[in-house]
């Protein structure tokens, strides 16, 4: 072959392998060493302060990975705004994987459904990767009110219109959301009324102040052992493993389903492997007892999905609420 064919075909295939490379590593996929991803340290926003669900779920997701993968995840709070603050820093983040979001219910699908200004966009600003897991909430009543199931409640509300009360700890919580939604559902009228924590919310429940409460059911267990609070049903879809002698709300109100979820979520734009790769190790490291345990003991069920079904179940639970929110005549503070 000429010489000169030869020289110009060596460059040609020169400059393919050194474009070829510098997309690769634009992706984050390899690394000039050749390394998978990932190849250095990957921070993990949770969006909330230290100690509550979200955060107890993002240590204990973060560590896993970290042995999985062997890189560290480390849990970075940037809290405020009801999660918004959090979660605003990692939808502007660079989509390169090194930056995840330990999404949550609230700021990833409530909020959205509320606020229409907000700095983010609950489905175009991120890359879904997997749900991690989901709590549900309990329906709680004093033992001074007369009712023993969801329907005994609804019957009192609707023998009594607008006189029952329920407490919340806060507006647009999933405990407050919970509360409208058997409203709506049951077709009954009772008052919501907010305070400030679990605390406050129970020492109502105790006191009388209130008729029911959706609660998480650490709040309220020592009080339904002792026979002051009395449980009626659990919100999520099917009675929940470890009170199998509860009934589910939706057991009364079809359709009924109100759960506080975590999940991982990347900047839109993160590559396909990036996600498919984070989604393989998130539901193998679920698959542990170790990991398993951790999430019992902060009162989270395991539940793992596919980006895709991740994002579906996203999109739901925005249209959800919103309709929800309209419905109840909530408006936001």
Not at 88 to 101: F, Q, S
Not at 285 to 301: G, I, P
Request: aromatic share 6%; hydrophobic share 45%.
């Amino acid at each position: 072959m000429n010489s000169a064919i030869e020289t110009s075909l060596a460059r040609r295939a020169g400059r393919a392998i050194v474009a070829a490379a510098i997309v690769w590593l634009s992706l984050g996929i390899v690394t000039p060493a050749g390394a998978e991803y990932p190849d250095r340290a990957v921070r993990l926003i949770s969006p909330f302060p230290p100690g509550g669900g979200v955060d107890s779920v993002a240590r204990i997701i973060a560590a896993a990975l970290t042995e999985s993968l062997g890189q560290s995840f480390v849990v970075e709070n940037h809290a405020g705004a009801s999660g918004r603050i959090g979660t605003e820093i990692a939808a502007k983040a660079a989509p390169d994987g090194y930056t995840l979001l330990l999404g949550s219910v609230g700021p990833n699908a409530i909020v959205p459904s509320a606020y229409r200004d907000l700095p983010y966009d609950a489905l175009k600003s991120f890359s879904p990767v997997g749900q991690i897991g989901t709590t549900a909430y309990v329906l709680v009543v004093p033992a001074t009110v007369p009712v023993k199931s969801v329907s005994d409640l609804i019957a009192l509300a609707k023998a009594n219109p607008g006189k029952l009360n329920f407490a919340s700890t806060g507006i647009l919580g999933g405990p407050h959301l919970a509360g409208e939604l058997l409203n709506v559902l049951a077709g009954i009228k009772t008052e919501h009324i907010a305070y400030k924590g679990g605390a406050p919310t129970i020492a109502a429940l105790l006191g009388g102040e209130v008729t029911f409460a959706f609660a998480s059911l650490p709040t309220v267990s020592q009080h339904v052992k002792s026979g002051t609070l009395r449980m009626l049903a659990v919100t999520s879809p099917q009675r929940a493993p470890a009170l199998p002698e509860v009934p589910a709300m939706a057991e009364v109100l079809k359709g009924y389903q109100v759960l506080q979820w975590y999940g991982i979520l990347a900047p839109a734009g993160t590559p396909a492997p990036i996600v498919a790769r984070l989604n393989a190790e998130i539901i193998k490291v679920l698959n542990t007892a170790k990991v398993r345990e951790s999430l019992a003991r902060v009162d989270t069920d395991v539940a793992t999905s596919t980006p895709q079904a991740f994002s579906s179940q996203i999109g739901s639970e925005v249209a959800l609420y919103r309709d929800l929110i309209e419905k109840a005549g909530i408006h936001p503070e």
